[in-house]
């Protein structure tokens, strides 16, 4: 059964832009864990704009489920994640301007140095996935690195603007999901997953893990962070 992985960095960037100690990542991670998150999710930026080491320190100690790092494939990066062994780690592309990952890995343009952090991650006995868009060949070269899982970038699907274009994308994601498998690897997915456009992805079936944290901060804002985490495993279970 497809599982809920919780990002919690829009809990830091709260408390980030303010300077001070609150609202905790910490507390909203244990609080989603125990409201049924299987996971808990962090990326650790370059600049750190929202997660912080302390935060990564505490977690890692802290977290009864798992923790999913995603990170950028820099040599800071990965002697962070032998350093702390969180028992995932997520390749992720990072601009220093977004305001979000926008985007998958370019893993055919970076095939060596990908598959050489891979190689350092999994030695370290950390499991490896990459954060691909879905598309055939990104999917080949992220097979060709030895990494674990694909977590397949849902932005494009998330954010069309029709039914029509959505059900083309969600076609493109239900190809890519069925190559990872016949291929060996694992499929997670995530960005720009919501309470409305989860039901149709997690009806696909093959997904093992949704990473999301946006649209439940969200609607915890509202509800409760107890609350918006039920609400979000319950359809990833209906579905």
Do not use: C
């Not at 890692?60 to 032998?82: P, S, V």
């Not at 301007?97 to 350092?120: H, S, W």
């Not at 969200?218 to 985490?229: E, S």
Request: aromatic letters at 4%; hydrophobic letters at 40%; a neutral charge.
């Amino acid at each position: 059964m497809a599982k809920l992985g919780l990002n919690v960095d829009h809990v830091a960037t709260v408390r980030q832009a303010r300077g001070g100690i609150e609202p905790d990542p910490v507390t909203a991670a244990a609080i989603g864990e125990m409201a049924g998150a299987e996971g808990i999710t962090i990326h650790l930026r370059e600049d750190r704009r929202h997660i912080q080491d302390r935060d990564l320190d505490i977690l890692r100690r802290t977290i009864k489920t798992k923790l999913n790092l995603e990170m950028a494939a820099t040599q800071e990066m990965i002697r962070i994640a032998l350093k702390t062994k969180p028992e995932q780690v997520t390749l992720v592309p990072e601009k220093r301007q977004e305001l979000t990952t926008e985007g998958g890995l370019d893993v055919i343009l970076n095939l060596k140095p990908i598959t050489e952090a891979v190689k350092r991650l999994r030695d370290g006995d950390i499991v490896v996935s990459l954060f691909v868009d879905p598309d055939q060949e990104q999917i080949k070269a992220a097979n060709r690195t030895g990494a674990d899982y694909i977590e397949i970038h849902t932005g494009a699907y998330a954010e069309a603007a029709d039914w029509k274009t959505r059900e083309r994308l969600l076609g493109d994601i239900d190809a890519g999901i069925k190559l990872a498998r016949k291929v060996g690897m694992g499929v997670n997915a995530g960005h720009g997953l919501n309470y409305f456009n989860i039901k149709p992805l997690a009806a696909l079936g093959g997904i093992e893990e949704y990473n999301i944290g946006h649209s439940i901060m969200a609607r915890a804002m509202m509800v409760g962070m107890d609350r918006a985490v039920r609400d979000m495993v319950e359809l990833i279970k209906y579905a």
